[in-house]
């Protein structure tokens, strides 16, 4: 097996009482899944989809076959679980998915997770963000300095386990000799530049546990609002047999549903942006989800206003040198 080398980091961050991101790492598969859904709902549901992926009966499939097939299954028991049980009504989760097989790496994509393939010195995106601002951003609707700020930013457009059937974003990369793939979970990706976590992979290489650490870290002096979470492997085509352990979260009965009284406390007096997470289709966008927030106009002002200062220190210069 190619894969050269693995790691994992899994965060609460500054601002949650629980995690409610769940991975997998067991070579030839990785994952991560960021649940959605309020009090213990979102925990739920993405160790739900963890589970699916650690026991789906779909080991005769390869590729991308078998990655539709994996996360199909997550999205039959989440969907299960929310429709039978009123207290996990409305629950979901992001998944991105991995599959190494040969120097070949699937890919398989549902949320705002993401994965990244760092080659060389140079970082890419592989995965679509399936969100309210990327769809605004496609569209033209939002800048990249509203969408930064723009208040619905939770907002998606397609999870795992809120309607019967998922439409899943699939794909391979032919990989190339030290490529390092990374996931990870909006957790990461709201609080760094895509250009530090770069440098910090980068920097790293060699090294992944220390890189996931210090992604970590990174996001939780970002503001650490959200839970975050971290996967990357190495791949080599020269790579021995890995000793490492397999490591995953652990698996969840499909009959696991109610929240600890502690969560209940605490959902009904502290505001969780990630408790009221949004599931809209790209076409039922409702209007008032479009107009830039706040803080975007105050941007806007304040550089109209510097726009303003300089050219009037410019007219008092010219008129000054006439």
């Known amino acids: 097996m190619p894969v050269a080398a693995y790691a994992v980091a899994s965060d609460t961050g500054r601002r949650r009482l629980r995690n409610e991101d769940n991975y997998v790492v067991a070579p030839p598969l990785f994952a991560v899944a960021d649940g959605m859904g309020g009090a213990q709902a979102g925990e739920v549901a993405s160790r739900l989809a963890a589970s699916a992926l650690e026991g789906g ?15 199909q299954e997550a999205n039959r028991r989440i969907y299960d ?3 039978n049980d009123p207290s996990a009504s409305g629950m979901g989760t992001t ?3 991995a599959l190494v097989e040969g120097m070949t790496v699937a890919i398989g994509h ?30 033209g609707k939002l800048s990249e300095e509203e ?15 809120t309607d019967p059937d998922v439409d899943v974003d699939a794909f391979t990369i032919d990989s190339e000799e030290d490529d390092v793939f990374l996931l990870c979970s909006d957790g990461l990706t709201d609080m760094v530049e895509d250009e530090e976590i770069l440098e910090l ?23 650490g609002e959200d839970n975050i979470t971290a996967v990357a492997f190495r791949i080599s085509s020269e790579a021995a047999p890995s000793t490492e352990d397999t490591v995953a979260m652990p698996a969840i009965s499909e009959d696991e549903t109610e929240p600890d009284e502690q969560t209940r406390e605490y959902a009904q007096a502290q505001h969780d942006p990630r ?33 303003i200062l300089v050219l009037v220190a410019a007219l008092i210069v010219w008129r000054l040198l006439r």
């Open 57 to 71: 009966d779909s080991d005769r499939l390869q590729g991308l076959e078998r990655l539709d097939a994996l996360i």
């Open 81 to 83: 679980r929310a429709t």
């Open 95 to 97: 998944m991105t998915v």
């Open 110 to 139: 549902v949320g705002d997770s993401r994965a990244y393939l760092v080659r060389g010195e140079h970082m890419e995106q592989l995965t679509e963000d399936h969100s309210l601002v990327n769809e605004l951003l496609k569209t």
């Open 147 to 161: 969408a930064q700020v723009h208040p619905q930013r939770s907002v998606i457009t397609r999870a795992v386990g």
């Open 201 to 223: 992979v980068h920097e790293h290489r060699d090294n992944l546990d220390k890189a996931v650490q210090a992604l970590v870290a990174a996001a939780n002096r970002g503001g």
């Open 275 to 307: 408790a009221d997470t949004m599931v809209v289709a790209p076409g039922d966008i409702p209007e008032q989800l479009t107009a830039p927030g706040p803080d975007a106009r105050r941007v806007r002002i304040v550089l109209l206003g510097l726009l």
